[in-house]
């Protein structure tokens, strides 16, 4: 059987020779032979860098295979796109690249491709180019690759479904218009686009990561509602845009723009990254969403238009009283967001989150983090108008909203612990199954803690998960 070298050094002869190694600079040649001395190097026992020229422009590695597309008006894109670069890299034989240094010499990879085969150690190489923060754009039926890799929908953040036993398969229509309304307009993604029609593919019944960002939705009836979001994974910025399909995609100018505009924000190549230690401080402000979270970008207290004293300790927990929160946006316009939406705070460096209604605070171990809430247990009062019998008890669950009512009398508080998970931002309950299913995302470790008995996991829980987050550290900006 061919070695991953071998199927590389003919893949790249195969593109040179037929002309689909092509890109706007046609430096097929050029990339071809950094990439054969890179594998020389790697052969004999050391990493050596080829001295290849670098790239001025903004550089996009595109992967494709596995699905027939109108080639010419595709690239048109790029050719006609600012400021840009572009390679192509075709399946099967592009995916040894993942575990090569070419990876470094792009800003952006796309991948507008449709495969399924992909090695343990390809996998792993996937993993380690998301950990240093390369920005990834999927387009269309990416979303059906690799059903087999649990993982990548958590990439991707999302999954069209071939053949799952508890679940219909997804399903597709050519050829219709589909209504595009833009769910976050001040993204920088979506920036100065209104909301359009585009003659497309829908594909329905496809899954959406709880996690993910939406940005596009639309109401076509044969489609999934969420049709363009933002995703986190690592410390990379990642964007999947579900239209694409032809021709009259790739000639729409609103498709257009939305492209390069997501090309442009997964980059990020203007923040610097840290990693996460006990000592990292959170920038002060009110944290609107999770994006923001990971950008370390609150909202100033000083754009926040209230009455309420905003030095006061307790100005948050007192903000919260109030159903919206009136806010000038980075436009500089005023706006309004309901209460309950906001993700939460920081105050004096540390993190504190929106749940139940109220702020708990976050104290972060890691990729996965213990966390404690209050849960309150109120008790009624026999002078309640709707019942005046004896008095009883009941706990408000810290994961739905609530208002305390009058007639309840504040009796106890109890903690709650559970798992955070900051790759997708939800709360788990603190047990061995819920864990499992965390570590799926590292295959080793997951083998490891499932050959343990039931009660050897739940001894054990606190290594894993210490385990866990020395493999997969967070990063944020400084």
Request: some cysteine; charged content about 30%; proline content about 2%.
């Given at each position: 059987m061919a070695s991953d070298k071998e199927c590389l050094n003919s893949a790249l002869d195969h593109m040179e020779n037929t002309g689909e190694f092509a890109g706007k600079k046609m430096f097929g040649f050029q990339l071809k032979n950094c990439l054969l001395l890179l594998l020389f190097s790697t052969a004999a026992g050391a990493l050596v860098l080829p001295d290849c020229p670098a790239q001025e422009l903004q550089r996009v590695l595109i992967y494709t295979g596995g699905h027939d597309f109108e080639r010419e008006t595709f690239f048109d894109i790029f050719q006609d796109m600012p400021a840009t670069d572009y390679q192509e890299l075709i399946h099967p034989q592009a995916s040894p690249v993942f575990d090569s240094a070419l990876i470094e010499q792009f800003d952006v990879l796309l991948f507008y491709d449709m495969v399924q085969e992909i090695k343990d150690a390809q996998k792993a190489a996937f993993i380690r180019i998301l950990e240093r923060g390369k920005?990834?754009?999927?387009?269309?039926?990416?979303?059906?690759?690799?059903?087999?890799?649990?993982?990548?929908?958590?990439?991707?953040?999302?999954?069209?479904?071939?053949?799952?036993?508890?679940?219909?398969?997804?399903?597709?229509?050519?050829?219709?218009d589909v209504p595009v309304t833009l769910m976050d307009k001040d993204h920088p993604v979506t920036r100065g686009l209104k909301d359009f029609i585009i003659h497309d593919e829908v594909y329905g019944n496809f899954r959406v990561q709880p996690g993910v960002r939406p940005l596009l939705k639309t109401t076509h009836p044969?489609?999934?509602?969420?049709?363009?979001?933002?995703?986190h994974y690592g410390n990379s910025r990642i964007v999947y845009?579900?239209?694409?399909?032809?021709?009259?995609?790739?000639?729409?100018?609103?498709?257009?723009?939305?492209?390069?505009?997501?090309?442009?924000?997964?980059?990020?190549?203007?923040?610097p990254m840290i990693k996460y230690s006990p000592e990292f401080e959170f920038r002060d402000g009110l944290y609107l969403n999770m994006d923001k979270v990971r950008t370390n970008d609150p909202l100033p207290l000083g754009r926040i238009v209230t009455e309420l004293n905003n030095y006061n300790r307790d100005f948050f927990e007192d903000m919260i009283t109030n159903e919206?929160?009136?806010?000038?946006?980075?436009?500089?316009?005023?706006?309004?967001i309901k209460t309950k939406d906001i993700w939460g705070y920081a105050q004096n460096g540390r993190l504190y989150i929106m749940l139940g209604g109220k702020f708990q605070r976050?104290?972060?171990e890691g990729s996965i983090s213990h966390f404690i809430a209050s849960a309150t247990t109120y008790e009624k009062s026999p002078d309640s108008r709707r019942d005046s019998s004896a008095y009883y008890s009941t706990t408000q669950d810290i994961?739905?909203?609530?208002?305390?009512?009058p007639s309840y009398l504040n009796v106890s508080a109890e903690g709650?612990?559970?798992?955070?998970?900051?790759?997708?931002?939800?709360?788990?309950?603190?047990?061995?199954?819920?864990?499992?299913?965390?570590?799926?995302?590292?295959?080793?470790?997951?083998?490891?803690?499932?050959?343990?008995?039931?009660?050897?996991?739940?001894?054990?829980?606190?290594?894993?998960?210490?385990?866990y987050n020395k493999n997969h550290p967070l990063y944020f900006p400084q």
């Open positions: 920005g990834l754009v999927f387009l269309h039926h990416s979303l059906v690759s690799y059903q087999d890799w649990e993982e990548f929908e958590r990439i991707i953040g999302g999954r069209y479904v071939l053949d799952e036993e508890n679940q219909d398969n997804s399903t597709y229509r050519h050829d219709v044969e489609s999934g509602e969420i049709i363009g979001w933002t995703n845009i579900q239209p694409g399909h032809d021709h009259f995609a790739y000639e729409n100018p609103n498709y257009r723009r939305l492209l390069k505009q997501a090309i442009d924000w997964v980059q990020n190549k203007e923040i919206e929160i009136i806010l000038y946006d980075d436009f500089g316009v005023l706006t309004s976050l104290n972060i994961y739905r909203s609530f208002h305390t009512k709650k612990v559970s798992l955070y998970d900051f790759e997708s931002n939800s709360l788990v309950g603190y047990d061995p199954e819920a864990l499992g299913k965390l570590l799926q995302r590292d295959s080793c470790l997951s083998a490891e803690y499932n050959s343990l008995r039931k009660r050897e996991k739940k001894k054990r829980m606190v290594e894993f998960i210490r385990r």
